[in-house]
């Protein structure tokens, strides 16, 4: 039982810690910090800075942003192929 939920939270902190270390790459609100405040039962509603990424679907600096599925599944396009005789 103790292996199993000390497993959980290993799986939930790195999923955590992967969102925030590729929240410029995600579709994810620059305001951490004010997530405490936010109303959960309220729609959602994007920052200025959040809405121009949405529309141009691109940083400041020209990278692409993807949401964590799209990000995924550009990440599973890289491979590394070795060929025998």
């Given at each position: 039982?103790?292996?199993h939920i000390f497993?959980?939270?290993?799986a939930y902190y790195v999923q955590?810690?992967?969102k925030e270390a590729w929240r410029e790459?995600?579709?994810?609100?620059?305001a951490p910090e004010a997530r405490w405040s936010w109303d959960p039962v309220a729609?959602?509603?994007r920052s200025e800075r959040g809405q121009r990424n949405v529309q141009r679907k691109h940083l400041a600096d020209g990278s692409e942003i993807y949401s964590s599925h799209t990000l995924l599944a550009e990440v599973s396009t890289t491979?590394?192929?070795t060929c025998r005789r």
């Open positions: 039982m103790r292996a497993l959980c939270m290993l955590w810690h992967m790459l995600l579709w994810r609100d620059e729609p959602a509603a491979v590394r192929n």
